[in-house]
Nanobody, 117 residues
Framework: VQLQAFGGGLVQPGGSLRLSCEFSGTSFNWHVMGWYCQGPEKERELVADISPGGRTVNYAEAVRGRFTVSRDNAKNTVYLQMNSLQSEDTAVYYC???????????WGQGTQVTVSS
């Protein structure tokens, strides 16, 4: 499994970004897909994840109502729509894939999101 994340960048407070993560390998439909972030001098933490069928999603409290995770199983891609961005959202965002059978978690390379005026 390989994961390639796109869409990071510099955005002003209150702005929006959409991250994408392309999954290469077998059985995208058998993986829980997630997004983690690691801000400056902070621990890496879960932002959101989504079940293989897309029916169950989980969000960190800090992003609930502002971020939306979704997936397109036909395109082997997971998305993170980020709205009303705040300076506290500045971090490197990582895409993950966790096999529901193996329990193994794969990590992408990360994409930088900077929220600043």
């Amino acid at each position: 499994v390989q994961l390639q994340a796109f869409g990071g960048g510099l955005v002003q407070p209150g702005g929006s970004l959409r991250l994408s993560c392309e999954f290469s390998g077998t059985s995208f439909n058998w993986h829980v897909m997630g997004w983690y972030c690691q801000g400056p001098e902070k621990e890496r933490e879960l932002v959101a994840d989504i079940s293989p069928g897309g029916r169950t999603v989980n969000y960190a409290e800090a992003v609930r109502g502002r971020f939306t995770v979704s997936r397109d199983n036909a395109k082997n891609t997971v998305y993170l729509q980020m709205n009303s961005l705040q300076s506290e959202d500045t971090a490197v965002y990582y895409c993950t894939a966790r096999g529901i059978s193996s329990g193994r978690t794969y990590w992408g390379q990360g994409t930088q999101v900077t929220v600043s005026s």
